[in-house]
């Protein structure tokens, strides 16, 4: 691994090193802060848990197996587990795919549609009760 420089993340007040692995790195806000990986899961979990019902979080759907899916942000420094999830049909845009899961005692369904690795989370009420 080559550290290439060294950043202080305006959250955790860490010195973090920039390295090619791109897990270790960090994000730029629009003023020029840096934050780090572990800075963005926890924001982002924050984030997660106060969704309104009205507003949707993009975040990521990670597949390891038929069993073992997870949403995740970018960096993989928040991961949930899946509680179920419905395939829905073939349209112009390809496959779309309903994930449901629980986090912090809160339900959410993330929406994806096509191939790509991104969705759409939405906070619900309850998940359906074969999930549970
Ligand atoms: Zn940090």
């Not at 806000?29 to 934050?35: A, F, N, R, V, Y």
């Not at 507003?55 to 928040?78: F, G």
């Amino acid at each position: 691994m080559t550290h290439l420089s060294t950043y202080t993340c305006s959250v955790c007040n860490k010195e973090k090193q920039i390295t090619k692995d791109w897990r270790t790195g960090c994000i730029e806000s629009p003023d020029g802060e840096k934050i780090c990986f572990d800075c963005c899961g926890a924001i982002e979990a924050d984030e997660l848990h106060h969704l309104d019902f009205d507003t949707t979080l993009c975040m990521h759907v990670k597949q390891v197996n038929e069993r073992e899916i997870y949403i995740t942000n970018w960096p993989e420094t928040l991961k949930i587990p899946v509680a179920g999830y419905i395939l829905g049909k073939y349209n112009f845009i390809g496959r779309r795919a309903d994930y449901y899961f629980k986090f912090r005692g809160n339900c959410y369904k993330a929406k994806k549609v096509g191939d790509t690795s991104m969705a759409h989370v939405r906070r619900i009420k309850a998940i359906p009760e074969h999930f549970n």
